[in-house]
């Protein structure tokens, strides 16, 4: 698949990523449109993004290996692979302020914490099976890796590189995103209809709240005041206040499990939500306030994975 040449006008607007893990490639689409300006190459199964502090570039993590590309994102083209073997199953990925990435390598049962413009490593052990997500502090100094079949959260101290300690949850932890002022971390359980909050300086579960089947991933709103879970399991997603932990609303975005919903990610002005539904391979843009899906969004097959580049 080859990228192609851009005019200045499209390369400076909004870009969404898409990975498209039944296809091994990753879409750059003109947001503000949905047109589809490039579809290349990647690794493996690709499936969670991060884009970089500037907005220059993204990384796609090809879980179905042991590699992350990482992307110009104006050019639409690959500037480098990077291996992280021994570890394997790179799966959920956080780009720091500082340049660093942080990736959970499900496989290898690690995080690792990579130089992009080196691509020098830290392997951390979480010991824990299923190290499938990761969710950052606001001051970036811990990582908190979400491990499914172990029902724990692995705490890292991303300053020292070393684990802390495991968080137990039960079930089985994927989705989960940490409130604004870095006090709660919120992690939907796959065994069961179910939310929990975490108070992260005690290590306690402070509330369990119900959701929709099953909400197998969290995101919290820029402003911090609003959590959604995305259900893959009643193509619904579930939206949270976050400060009084109250319901506001379900919205039903396919309203069925065909639809494989399963990544959410909220657009830059906090109004609107983007969800991959990956069964038909499209990108459902959701207006928050009223429930109203606006539009689809056309990708890749099996389209998961989402970024939102500036």
């Not at 110009?72 to 073997?85: E, F, G």
């Not at 299923?130 to 502090?137: C, D, L, N, Q, R």
Request: net charge positive; charged share 20%; no cysteine.
């Amino acid at each position: 698949m080859i990228a192609v040449a851009l005019p200045a006008s499209i390369a400076a607007a909004e870009t969404l990523l898409v990975g498209n893990k039944g296809e091994d490639s990753v879409s750059f689409l003109d947001l503000a449109s949905g047109t589809e300006r490039a579809r290349v190459a990647t690794g493996k199964a690709p499936h969670e993004i991060a884009i970089s502090p500037n907005g220059r570039q993204a990384a796609v993590v090809a879980y179905g290996g042991t590699t992350v590309d990482v992307f110009d994102v104006a050019r639409a083209r690959l500037v480098k692979r990077i291996d992280i073997a021994p570890n394997s199953a790179p799966h959920g990925i956080v780009w720091l302020r500082d340049g660093r990435l942080v990736v959970a390598a499900e496989k290898s049962r690690s995080v690792v914490v990579i130089d992009p413009r080196s691509g020098r490593l830290r392997s951390i052990a979480t010991d824990q099976s299923g190290t499938h997500m990761v969710a950052v502090s606001p001051d970036q100094r811990r990582a908190y890796a979400a491990n499914v079949g172990a029902g724990t959260i692995s705490v890292i101290d991303l300053q020292r590189g070393v684990k802390l300690n495991d968080i137990p949850v039960g079930g089985n932890p994927e989705g989960l995103a940490v409130a604004a002022d870095g006090r709660e971390l919120w992690v939907g359980d796959n065994s069961a209809p179910r939310l929990r909050v975490v108070d992260l300086a005690s290590g306690r579960t402070v509330a369990t709240l119900p959701t929709d089947p099953v909400a197998i991933r969290v995101a919290i709103s820029p402003d911090g005041k609003t959590a959604v879970t995305s259900n893959i399991g009643a193509g619904t997603l579930n939206v949270f206040d976050v400060a009084s932990r109250k319901p506001l609303r379900t919205i039903a975005v396919s309203g069925h499990r065909e639809a494989i919903q399963v990544t959410v990610a909220f657009a830059r002005d906090g109004r609107r939500v983007l969800v991959a539904e990956t069964g038909p391979g499209t990108i459902a843009d959701v207006d928050l306030a009223s429930g109203e899906v606006r539009r689809r969004i056309p990708a890749g097959k099996n389209a998961d994975g989402i970024g939102i580049a500036p």
